[in-house]
């Protein structure tokens, strides 16, 4: 089945700084690749998500790119402030036999010190 | 902007017990999920259910676990028998086409 690495595990940023937090995808057939902010004990709440008939999506401060052909999915976010500090968790949709399943990665623990 | 809730947000209990945990998607969503985060992981998918069914189950979900959409607005997972391993937080989401998934708050179970 599908499976999504992560990493790193944790970053540190100065304020006004980028973050940039990679993920690789193990299913050719995945095709749709969300983003997740989850504040410390909150939902996580979707900010950003791509189809793999794109190569990049922007919003604001926050874009995420697609490598299908390296089956790797990025999350960066520009002009850090502190209240980007959580966790961010990649996903990818496994679509085999119809799945809408989520299959995410283990977290990136972002800190933004100001 | 409409979301997901969740009752209760904390449930402790013994193990051995049941516990129905109880969420309220999206109005006009078809699809509902349950997925559960062990502290400090990531999370997991449990369950999916569309049209009344169960469409997609992952290994966790088991004989002990169940799920209901006892009438037009809420979604249950029932833990049959807990053990000290269900312990985690449990996020239901739903969706009006497979994705986007929106969650819900969560409910932190907590089997003593």
């Known amino acids: 089945g599908e499976n999504v690495e992560q990493h790193p595990s944790t970053l540190s940023v100065q304020e006004g700084d980028s973050a940039v937090i990679k993920c690789t995808y193990s299913?050719?057939?995945?095709?749709?690749f969300p983003w997740y902010k989850q504040e410390l004990g909150k939902r996580p709440q979707l900010i950003i998500d791509?189809?793999?008939?794109?190569g990049e999506k922007k919003d604001q401060r926050i874009a995420v790119t697609l490598n299908k052909t390296a089956k790797h999915f990025s999350l960066h976010i520009t002009e850090t402030q502190p209240e980007d500090s959580a966790v961010y968790f990649c996903?990818?949709?496994?679509?085999?036999?119809?799945?809408?399943?989520?299959?995410f990665g283990k977290g990136t623990k972002l800190t933004v010190n100001p | 902007e409409p979301e997901v809730t969740q009752t209760p947000s904390h449930q402790v209990t013994q193990m051995g017990q049941e516990v129905i945990l109880r969420c309220v998607p999206i109005?006009?969503?078809?699809?509902f999920y349950w997925y559960r985060q062990i502290l400090g992981q990531k999370v997991e998918f449990l369950v999916s259910?569309?049209?009344?069914?169960?469409?997609?189950k992952s290994e966790i979900f088991d004989d002990q676990f169940s799920v209901e959409r006892p009438d037009g607005s809420n979604f249950t997972l029932k833990i049959r028998s807990t053990k000290l391993e269900d312990s985690a937080m449990y996020f239901c989401?739903?969706?009006?086409?497979?994705?986007?998934?929106?969650f819900g708050p969560g409910t932190r179970l907590l089997v003593l």
């Open positions: 989401a739903s969706s009006d086409v497979a994705v986007p998934q929106y």
């Open positions: 299913d050719s057939a995945s095709n749709y």
């Open positions: 791509i189809r793999s008939n794109v």
């Open positions: 996903a990818a949709r496994a679509i085999q036999g119809g799945s809408e399943k989520l299959v």
């Open positions: 109005s006009n969503h078809l699809y």
């Open positions: 259910f569309y049209n009344n069914e169960i469409s997609e």
